[in-house]
């Protein structure tokens, strides 16, 4: 029943014409069968000063849910518009690590006011939670889950989870500790309805349990996720205590925000972290120019290397009609080899320490691509370019022109798959080294071996 | 304690020297501590005849954890290696869909003998499974989940709960179907264990249940996780009766794999679906070659308009220094906005009817882009260039360049913006118009562009 996608625009006019009417109980019905997501995306079009209106049409829980799914922008807003009474009301309904997620986004004055009303243990916790780095496993965890002690029997257990289970993010997998609030083992949910009632949590609990530090970096607990196929992930200080949880959808949610990071690094922008229609003009410049910058200067190079053959070319101008196709050759395949090693060593697949196999590798694809683009071009050269167009192709420019082929997408494969790993290997981000990066190194090292090659073969 | 990358090596060496040693009970020990998921990992590496020797060394659930995340040719070698007995114990372990994916990857001989040695429960379950398209819902799923009836009371339902919950995948969300199967309503676990022994199943499921159908795209499916935060969902038939349920870990790999296949997409290569460094050469050369030689051919075009103002360049010979920089500057302006606009196609932030407020956005940053990337290259060409390297610089040749820049980017960023969204209007996949397409077209187009401002403002 994924047909919301299909409904939007009916759905977007209706609510927007009943709330210009004031039909404010069918529309309470409306917005109560449909899911907050769905709510917060219809939010992202309707008028701004109809949403104060529409959110407290429903009722606490629903509301609270939708809260949390909102852009930071009208989050401010209704912030600012709701008595302190109701701002106790939404806060009291958010889970912990959403309620941080918010103040994270809001300017301080608001913060201010979130604090103020949040209960003593939201406050304490969303302190709590704050002091970890953006990027890290404690920014992302929850510090409500539900903990149980080694000696519990299942029913001791199960009357635990029913008791404080209500306020939890999860209840399907518990968490054992010492009174030290040392991390002795996981039990499921599944497990403890599973067992016997008198059965003792110590003797059914996994104790081979996969956690990570506050400080490990959000990427690398998203892998684990994936890599371990789990729903919960403990997290915990450098003693051991169990400080935290983090629940799959804030997994996914990393993994899906990480993706689309290395994808912007890869097309030589700086990442966003916002939808593309929600930034503004400005914002989308300011992470675009200073690559383009960059690499525009760094053209420079390929500038020189032209200017300093000028003569070269002067004496055999159909030379410089090849330049455009070789380096969009080059640059093709340095981004095909540099983009499958960073999209590898993202996902863990490759590491440093393979470098050898992955430029063996490379080498042996370039050597079969290179023969078969060199040969292709050669025919087009002599059939397509010398007879349908008339170009001046000799055999030894064709020559010329083949032979660079090879050499440059040997070149540019080798460049490609090393730069990755190097830059990963002294700390810097992979994905920067990514096709326009590659592509610029390897424009000047095709150039030049064009003009070496022509040299050498037609005597200029 | 994501230590095991850590002791990777030290374990290989470890577990080979112990094999060698026949030192099978300390073997045992150290397997036994390790996560499925890892010994995986180790077998990668360990010479493929200890294989079948370290897989018995395991009992048999870790075996079959450790069986469902081997890589296809190493399950195929270890089935054909099992004793009847073997194979049935092993399948016994599985459940459905990842006996399902097993199968998928298995020559037919292979997948006749696992079918033979299931039980007839199973062996029906795949083979209803198998029914389904390769990237459907239908093939994802799995037909192993918890329903219960809507008059049932909470007693009743954690009986049934405990009775049958051993062999399903999930049973954090149980499913209340009707007789005919017909999906009512969902009720999670914490939901049951939370409420009174007497309520009733239907008063407390809910009954606005997010669920797809049997052909929806895998995407779409991974899509749905992330939107609603889910940790399970139904698939329903046309008739909307409860077929299976796909869980969130099988949720995760498709987004992670369908993350990676846009990636390559973008950058020209056809997608593989297996890790680099499996990959043999030769299906490597496969996945890059073809975007390659279509890339290389459709070059052709730049090449002619160049070869059809050579007189131009003979005229003015530095122009050709600043061919590259021109086509460089190009591509990367024509990627970034391709490549922003194909991945908030992926993540359904963007869609074919926001065509228009995308293309205005776009041009006011290209404006902008444009008129700074034009500003510094006018200061480079005459400080630079002209005074520092000597190239023959005027000002009309410096306002022909940077007039070129600020066209070709205003090109650059229109194309890119526009080609995805018009692919996935007509039913092409946007990736595919990714940098690489782009940066061919923008040649063309800043070619072009060049010779015209040449002609105009130097009269030649």
Redesign the interface.
Known sequence: ??DF?ERRDELLEKVEEMTRRKQYKALRDILI?L?P?DIADLFDDLPEEMLPLLFRLLPKEPAAELFVELEPDVQEMLIRGFSNTELKEVLDELYLDDTVDIVEEMPAGVVKRILKHADPDMRKGINEILKYPEDSAGSLMTTEFVDLKRDMTVEDA?KR??RT??DKE???VCYVVDPARKLLGVVS??TV??AEEDDVIEDIMET?????GTL?DKE?VAQ????????ALPV?DKEDRLVGIIT??D???V??AE??E???K????LPTDK???KTS??D??KS??P???L???S??F???I??RF?NA??AC??L??????L???G???G??A????I??LS????EFS?LF??IW?EV??AV??GA??SC??FA?LML??KLL?G?PITLPIALVICLTMVVTVFAAKVVGCTLPLLAKKIGFDPAVMA??FI??VV?AIS?VIYFRFAALLLGI
């Open positions: 029943m994924i996608e069968e899911e997501a199960l989870i029913r289970g209500t999860t209840i399907n949910l599944r309805l599973l081979h349990v996969i956690s990570v490990e690398d684990t996720f994936s890599k371990y196929d789990l729903i915990v799959v959808d997994a996914m949610d993994m899906e993706a689309t290395d994808i912007e890869m097309a030589a922008m939808p593309y229609l003009v400005f989308t410049f675009r120019i690559w383009l910058l690499l525009m200067i053209a420079t390929t500038g020189q032209i200017a000028e070319l002067g101008a159909i410089t009609a090849y330049i455009p196709m380096m969009d050759t640059g093709n395949c981004s095909q540099s983009v499958t090693v999209r590898g996902l863990d697949e490759i393979d196999r992955v590798k042996r694809v079969v691509c078969v683009l292709a071009n087009k397509v370019d167009f170009n096709s326009p592509t610029t424009d150039l």
